[in-house]
């Protein structure tokens, strides 16, 4: 094999395809993208990729049916979902289709790179950088922790956060799915967990799930007495 990876990425939503290909030629990888199912099955016989990571739900042949049908001559190259369907049925198809590994949205861009490398047996040795380690896939959205800044990915609409309201989404998205405590964010970004300081952070929560409403799936759960967490798709 080759120092140079070589992926196709199959995904229909052009501002996030070329945001993750740009991360990821970045970082020495070799991306081609396909739009549709149908595009990435013809990419997929003609290049013989390193690396499959594709989105479940595409135009014309979902992620399931490509896989399903690269598989019928290749069960070697390594395939990874992307998606917010992450129920465990949708989990367990995706595996029995022939995947190899599964990636839930939200997503840093640094995990999807060590997932890749891990697949190929590379050594994981790449060192996080800003633009790479705090960047995120949040459903609908990309997030961009340095500059603090939502990009909803369907419009294009960018929306510049305040420091906290940034910082809080970055550790949401830190742990998707699971509870960040309000003490840790409390100490972490106000110093203390006063009561006062406890009904400010509420009111970032608040405005954070303003920023995210134009993605339905998308949801920040409060856990009474204990945390938030941030859940997509479920």
């Not at 070697?76 to 190899?100: C, K, W, Y």
């Not at 967990?193 to 970032?204: A, E």
């Not at 799930?209 to 409060?222: F, K, M, T």
């Amino acid at each position: 094999m080759s120092d140079i990876i070589n992926i196709l990425l199959a995904e229909d939503e052009h501002t996030l395809a070329m945001i993750i290909k740009d991360t990821l030629d970045g970082q020495g990888f070799n991306v081609t993208v396909a739009d549709d199912g149908e595009k990435a099955l013809q990419l997929y016989a003609a290049q013989h990729p390193d690396v499959l990571v594709t989105d479940v739900m595409m135009p014309r042949l979902d992620g399931y049916e490509l896989v399903k049908r690269i598989r019928k001559t290749d069960q070697q190259t390594p395939v990874i979902f992307l998606t917010a369907r992450s129920t465990v049925n949708d989990v367990v198809h995706g595996f029995e289709m022939g995947a190899n590994d599964y990636l839930k949205k939200p997503f840093g861009m640094q995990e999807l790179i060590v997932r890749i490398k891990a697949l190929l047996g590379r050594a994981c040795t790449v060192t996080p950088q800003p633009a790479e380690a705090d960047r995120f896939v949040v459903g609908q959205y990309l997030f961009d922790a340095v500059v603090q800044r939502l990009t909803h990915v369907l419009t294009g609409v960018k929306t510049d956060l305040s420091y906290r309201e940034s910082e809080i989404l970055r550790r949401l998205c830190r742990h998707p799915s699971e509870v960040v405590t309000s003490q840790s964010l409390l100490l972490e970004l106000w110093g203390d967990d006063s009561f006062f300081n406890n009904k400010s952070l509420h009111v970032f929560i608040t405005k954070l799930r303003h920023r995210l409403a134009q993605d339905p799936s998308l949801r920040i759960v409060n856990v009474r007495s204990i945390g938030y967490k941030l859940i997509d798709g479920e």
